[in-house]
């Protein structure tokens, strides 16, 4: 009888034994699987990033290229030192919409704005007008628009060698 519970307690933990290998293996490979899929998602993220670093590269390239472009423009000093609004102006300003809007159609995603202070008035490629007019444009498009008097503040802010991204309600700087 001894003999035999000996022999039951060896089959047991044999039976046990044999039962740990198929877990003990599951448990391996989920560990190792893990780890294979994380490193895959990291490859993915990291790929999606230098992607994305490239794309936003290559715009600030190109936004770089047309402020410069515009910024030499005689058309730009012409207007800003104009003493009046005259014809010379005007006609400088509908060249100013056409060269914008021009360069618009490759990049239909950004919106390219002009603000004179000393004169009010605001060129786009849509048109020139008084800040006031466009802002009641815009607040049709998007009523949550800041207060006018708040948006004159943020149109008057220096933002001497910057790059201003503006939807209408939040801004951020990139330089």
Request: aromatic letters at 14%.
């Given at each position: 009888?001894?003999?035999?519970?000996s022999?039951m307690?060896?089959?047991?933990?044999?039976?046990?034994?044999?039962?740990l290998?198929?877990l003990?293996?599951i448990?391996?490979?989920?560990?190792?699987?893990?780890?294979?899929?994380?490193?895959?998602?990291?490859?993915?993220?990291?790929?999606?990033?230098?992607?994305?670093?490239?794309n936003?590269?290559?715009?600030?390239?190109?936004?770089?290229k047309?402020?410069?472009n515009?910024?030499?423009?005689?058309?730009i000093?012409?207007?800003?030192?104009a003493?009046?609004?005259?014809?010379?102006?005007?006609?400088?300003?509908?060249?100013?919409?056409?060269?914008?809007?021009?360069?618009?159609?490759?990049?239909?995603n950004?919106?390219y704005?002009?603000?004179i202070?000393d004169?009010?008035?605001?060129?786009?490629?849509?048109?020139?007008?008084?800040?006031?007019?466009?802002?009641?444009?815009?607040?049709?498009?998007?009523?949550?628009m800041p207060?006018?008097?708040?948006?004159?503040?943020?149109?008057?802010?220096?933002?001497?060698?910057?790059?201003?991204?503006?939807?209408?309600?939040?801004?951020?700087?990139?330089?």
């Amino acid at each position: 009888m001894l003999r035999r519970k000996s022999v039951m307690k060896e089959w047991g933990i044999s039976y046990a034994l044999i039962l740990l290998i198929p877990l003990i293996t599951i448990f391996i490979n989920y560990s190792y699987n893990t780890k294979i899929i994380q490193k895959e998602i990291m490859q993915a993220h990291e790929l999606i990033l230098d992607n994305l670093k490239d794309n936003i590269d290559l715009l600030m390239d190109e936004e770089w290229k047309m402020f410069s472009n515009f910024y030499l423009s005689d058309r730009i000093e012409n207007l800003v030192y104009a003493q009046t609004k005259d014809a010379d102006f005007h006609f400088d300003a509908r060249m100013l919409m056409k060269e914008l809007a021009a360069y618009s159609v490759g990049n239909k995603n950004l919106s390219y704005w002009l603000y004179i202070e000393d004169k009010d008035y605001i060129i786009n490629s849509m048109g020139g007008h008084k800040s006031l007019n466009i802002y009641n444009s815009q607040k049709l498009l998007k009523s949550d628009m800041p207060e006018y008097e708040m948006w004159m503040e943020f149109l008057r802010g220096d933002y001497t060698n910057e790059f201003l991204f503006y939807d209408g309600l939040y801004s951020s700087k990139a330089v």
